[in-house]
């Protein structure tokens, strides 16, 4: 087979790919295109994961539409509150606003890092940790996913490797959501994501989407390093 012949019966695989890797990109940017890229990125392997029997990670890009749309939304409109409307702030964030502005009147400018910025009056929404009770809620919610897919996978379906594409799938479910909400953390799943999928598809010999895959392990921890420095 020549390269041509390879490159013609693999495009939309190699396409996906390319998508996904500016994908990252954008994302260790914190540039919000990286969701209608996500999108996109989304519908090639929707084909892709059908056509190899993915059907665990078929389902994954199916809820990664849905979550690139609400991301896009709360990215663009922050956490939804006003830093005008006093009103709507808890106590604690009253108190918070009063400290940071009290700070910028000391430094003679503005908190970079305020989670009250944005535009037009909108709470910028910004890179944080993740809370004790939001994990022990994620991590709840991952073991949840995983035996429910595990079960379906191995009992309705000819998936191949039952386990491991319940666990990609599943930590990838709790890892986007955190990107949505820039949670800092997600980089870690996603180091796991990348190594176990990296793996698990070269022994199907999708070799574009293993590229892709370390492509997005390398990229995790640039991105980790990158996303530390706006907390």
Known sequence: MTIYDWLSRNWIEIFGAVT???????????????????????????????????YADMSLQVYYLVISVLGWYWWMKGTGRRAQGVGLMTQGDRQEEEKRRAGDRENGGHSKNSPFEGGKGDVKLIVTRLKPKTGVILAMIFVILYFLMWFVLSRLTDSPVPEWDSFITSLSIIATWMLAR??????????????????????????????????????????????????
């Open 20 to 54: 996904g890797i500016v994908y990252v990109f954008l994302e260790i940017r914190q540039n919000i295109w990286l969701w209608p890229v996500g999108i996109v990125t989304s519908a090639v392997y929707i084909l892709v994961f059908f056509t190899n029997k993915f």
């Open 182 to 231: 820039k949670i800092y953390e997600h980089w870690y799943l996603w180091i796991a994501v990348n190594t176990v999928s990296s793996l698990i598809f070269m022994t199907r010999g999708l070799y574009p989407t293993v590229i892709l895959y370390l492509v997005y392990l390398a990229m995790s921890f640039i991105g980790l390093k990158k996303w530390k420095r706006s907390l």
